[in-house]
């Protein structure tokens, strides 16, 4: 039973599941009161998680170099993106200076 528990991917299978409810709890105001945090916390720690399955489950963290690095930096552009466009999306300030939303 010990060595069931000692493989890479069981550790890591207990992080991604450790990691799910964290969001969860920080969905549900777990440690962050402001919606805006949390949520910009859970995206974050989504797109950690999409990495480690990217690397061991899909297993390119022993793939050539070129295709991890593309795989990473996907995960990282695709990371940057969301959260800032959710950031925006969600600033007051931001939401003043577009025209479209003014009238609303």
Do not use: C
Request: glycine fraction near 6%.
């Amino acid at each position: 039973m010990a060595a069931w528990f000692s493989g890479r991917i069981t550790v890591i299978w207990l992080f991604l599941v450790s990691a799910t409810l964290l969001s969860f709890g920080m969905g549900h105001g777990l440690g962050i009161r402001d919606h805006r945090y949390a949520s910009a916390a859970i995206l974050i720690v989504a797109f950690i998680k999409v990495r480690f399955v990217i690397l061991d489950f899909m297993e390119l963290r022993h793939a050539p170099s070129v295709l991890r690095i593309v795989a990473e930096l996907w995960v990282v552009l695709a990371a940057t993106a969301l959260v800032t466009l959710f950031w925006l999306g969600t600033d007051p300030a931001a939401q003043a200076n577009w025209p479209h939303i003014n009238g609303l």
